[in-house]
């Protein structure tokens, strides 16, 4: 059973566009939402991260947006760069929860086209 | 600078053989981990560790193994290596236990033929 369901699979933006990757998931006892950015031949690196008690954070021209109602968050890029062309991660871990328990969605491959 | 590094980068090896991929990290931190990526999976957990001596089963552990004799390292072994087990290999550190950054290290690309 996959806990956290990420989409779309691959997005293809224009240079200065939004890039939106949505993520979802099932557990209520989720409590913290971390975005990661992984570059080709490179390891994840964590761009941002939210907990439930706010519906927005924003670091620069990356936000991510939390609605607990519909247990649905997602990553917002504005103004996308070709530099932005990575894969990016959404993942979720329980309340109280160990780094063990760190549960990551499929991915979303990102061109952002010039 | 502290740092986490991954041996070897590139391994190609036959099936039945054993392998054995190094983590090494320089953060003194006390939990470790080795995650798998594929594509259509994400990133999923073999292994980890919460401090020396100390190792656990993760989601997809059947056919790993790992040790853990001091902080600083992390080896996975793969005790008779399968196709299946192709794979991009990514160790992990953090400081804490509740969660929190990650921090990866570069891969470990494994082919097995």
């Known amino acids: 059973q996959q806990q956290v369901k990420q989409s779309p699979q691959s997005l293809i933006v224009q240079k200065g566009g939004i890039s939106i990757i949505n993520c979802a998931y099932e557990?209520?006892?989720?409590?913290?939402f971390p975005w990661y950015q992984q570059f080709p031949g490179k390891g994840p690196a964590l761009l941002i991260a939210i907990r439930p008690d706010v519906s927005e954070k924003k670091e620069g021209r990356f936000t991510i947006s939390f609605n607990k109602s519909a247990k649905q968050f997602s990553l917002h890029i504005m103004d996308s760069q070709p530099g932005d062309s990575a894969t990016y991660f959404c993942?979720?871990?329980?309340?109280?929860?160990?780094?063990?328990?760190?549960?990551f969605g499929k991915g979303t491959h990102l061109i952002i086209q010039p | 600078d502290a740092e986490i590094t991954q041996s070897p980068r590139h391994k190609i090896t036959e099936t039945g053989r054993q392998v054995t991929l190094a983590c090494h990290q320089t953060?003194?931190?006390?939990?470790m981990f080795w995650y798998r990526q594929d594509l259509g999976h994400g990133l999923r957990l073999i292994h980890y560790s919460y401090g020396v001596q100390d190792t656990n089963k993760g989601e997809v552990s059947d056919g790993y193994s790992v040790s853990r004799s001091n902080t600083e390292d992390l080896p996975l072994t793969l005790e008779s290596a399968a196709s299946s087990q192709t794979s991009v290999y990514f160790c992990?550190?953090?400081?804490?236990?509740?969660?929190?950054?990650?921090?990866f290290g570069e891969g470990s690309r494994l082919t097995v033929l």
């Open positions: 953060w003194n931190h006390n939990n």
């Open positions: 557990n209520t006892a989720f409590d913290y």
């Open positions: 992990a550190s953090t400081p804490g236990t509740v969660a929190g950054e990650l921090f």
């Open positions: 993942a979720a871990s329980k309340r109280g929860g160990g780094a063990d328990g760190l549960t």
